[in-house]
């Protein structure tokens, strides 16, 4: 069987399975031969609107979806006739030995870091997602970001939201292009940040970033806990925000109007926009990973079930019912169905975007 399934909405071929059909059950992905082994498992899902960026632990880079935006990173946009996963196409003028670190996705461009901290954008946006400039505003193969990082720095993290890029330097501080109408970039707020602009003002070491619609939530050290949202506060997910900080997290992530914290002890706290059953159901137990897509969640828990919750329209959530997305309603997804049946694997990661979902399995440890 595939190491990685995939369900959820795939228009465009998103989920590489093959076909570009809806599909609410676990499907298997078609990837490279050997693409992922027990050595090389995927460490990081990366979705924007309609196409899917996969890093593996070797650092390569391979996508699925819909190239025509320039955000798969190929000189040839013509759709594929069987769509499935396929090797980032890097410009010619880098190393054939460079590896990826960090990837990010805003609707139609992908951001990636290279491990020779290199910063490098593709795809298009109008309002300065790529950080190539006021002048670039679509790159059909990657390109990069110039001047970026600072000197004497490298990047720790990297996240984006449908229209804004935010990445953690090594020396604590948050940077930002894109989208900053609403505040997300810090201040002043401005329609267009073409280039890598420092959040001033953060106050703390950042360690985390995640993205809304538009919003950014920095994290400082897990030890410390400290907490920033800034942006818009549509569905109060600013106003809601723990006071007095969240020390101890463990993994965060956000949607499109939320923000979960997974802390060590295995609780998940959440907070912001519900409407559509968003937030943690509360009932899930002990979990040991979260996924957070646009307007869902998964959650692996430690007795090693899946759940989903939250807009499951396109079959994110699993088999649609009549009471998806109604507040504090949760959805398990059938495991046998996922695995094939197979003895002997269990899931090693989880992934979520764009009404997307993700699991990677692997041979039980």
């Known amino acids: 069987m595939s190491p990685l399934l995939a369900f959820g909405s795939n228009g465009s071929g998103q989920l590489g399975i093959g076909h570009r059909d809806d599909v609410a059950h676990a499907q298997p992905t078609i990837l490279p031969a050997a693409a992922i082994t027990s050595h090389n498992p995927p460490t990081r899902i990366a979705a924007g609107g309609n196409h899917t960026l996969l890093l593996l632990a070797s650092g390569d880079l391979l996508w699925a979806g819909d190239p025509t935006t320039g955000a798969c990173g190929r000189l040839d946009t013509t759709p594929a006739t069987i769509p499935q996963f396929r090797p980032v196409d890097l410009p010619p003028a880098l190393p054939p030995s460079t590896k990826i670190a960090l990837v990010a996705a805003t609707w139609e461009a992908s951001i990636i870091a290279t491990r020779a901290n290199q910063v490098l954008a593709f795809g298009r946006d109008s309002r300065g997602a790529l950080g190539l400039g006021v002048t670039t505003l679509h790159a059909a193969s990657a390109t990069t970001i110039p001047d970026f990082p600072p000197p004497g720095t490298h990047l720790t993290d990297l996240a984006a939201g449908m229209g804004h890029v935010v990445a953690v330097l090594s020396n604590g501080e948050a940077w930002g292009w894109g989208n900053g109408r609403k505040g997300q970039l810090g201040e002043p707020p401005a329609a267009a940040v073409c280039s890598p602009r420092r959040i001033a003002g953060v106050g703390f070491k950042v ?11 920095l994290f400082g050290a897990a030890a410390t806990g400290e907490l920033a949202v800034l942006g818009s506060d549509k569905g109060a997910v600013r106003s809601q925000a723990p006071q007095g900080g969240v020390v101890g997290w463990k993994e965060v992530g956000a949607g499109w109007g939320s923000v979960f914290m997974l802390k060590g002890d295995g609780t998940l706290v959440s907070w912001g926009r519900d409407d559509h059953g968003q937030l943690s159901p509360g009932d899930i137990g002990q979990i040991k990973h979260i996924a957070v897509g646009s307007e869902h969640a998964l959650a692996l828990t430690e007795a090693g079930e899946l759940v989903a919750w939250g807009w499951g329209e396109h079959g994110n959530c699993g088999p649609i019912r009549h009471d ?25 990661m989880i992934g979520a975007g764009c009404a997307t979902s993700w699991i990677a399995v692997g041979n039980a440890t």
């Open 324 to 348: 998806t997305g109604q507040r504090g309603q949760r959805n398990q997804i059938a495991l046998n169905k996922a695995l094939g049946g197979e003895q002997g694997m269990e899931i090693t």
């Open 207 to 217: 360690a985390r970033a995640v993205c809304g619609r538009e919003f950014t939530c």
